[in-house]
């Protein structure tokens, strides 16, 4: 879950392998092809200008129906956006809103066992709305990576993730190393769970236009949250993502690269039955 301010990410598919003995931990097609998603994405990066701070920001909350099929080394996704309701806000300008009208199609995409994602389709989308879902950025990194095997409390895996291309906006490249740990098995709303821990480090570039003006950005983010997985149904039941970090930022009316701070808190959440 990212959005081209800082990159993000956001929902979780994990199925089980056929058979008898423990479940591998591997993406395939779920006990529950098609569920909802509550996501929520609050992204700040702030800027020292001639001693005074100015803020980029976006908040944004927004309904996902994710539908899941067979694919012939995994699964295909199908992201709609069911509802949204985002503002992105910047200095000497009026707050720019978007909601689902904003976004004309679906995102389609396919992700082997391990999560490596080929777009097969990507919705179009308003500035605003791009600012929040991306066919390039969601597809490779609204998913972590897993390690296709059967895992127990205190197993580790390392997924490092690498991509580039144009978006939306403009053109993107991120590279991250992130590191999940198995916590242990846990209960919410009487579901039972499985708790994944997620900490490592994300790197990113991004080119985009705002309000007229070309910007060039480039970010370091220190990255931890948890994933909850519930295993009977094959699906995510949440996502959490916190990341904060450093960059800069290229503007053509300042001669020099502006010093910026960044601050993310996404978080996505299966509905309840």
Known sequence: MRSPLLSLVPILALAACAGSGPASLGYGVPAEPEVTYAY???????AAVMGQRMEIGLRGSADYGVAFGPAPDGVEVTLTVERLAATVSMPMASPEPADES?????????LDRRGNATVTAAPEVSQAAGRMISGLTTAHTFFPGLPDRVVAPGDQWVDTLSYEGDAELGATS????????????????????????????????NSMDLAGTPVAQESTLDVEGHVLWDSEAGVMFELVRNGRGRGEVQVPIVPLPLPIE?????RARLRSR
């Open 40 to 46: 929520g994405d609050t992204t700040l990066v702030t």
């Open 102 to 110: 904003d976004v004309q199609g679906a995102l389609v995409f396919s």
């Open 174 to 205: 991120e590279s991250s190393v992130i590191e999940y740990t198995v916590v242990g098995d846990t209960v919410v709303e009487g579901r039972d769970l499985l708790k994944i821990s997620l900490s490592g480090t994300t790197e990113s570039s």
């Open 262 to 266: 960044l601050e993310s808190v996404q």
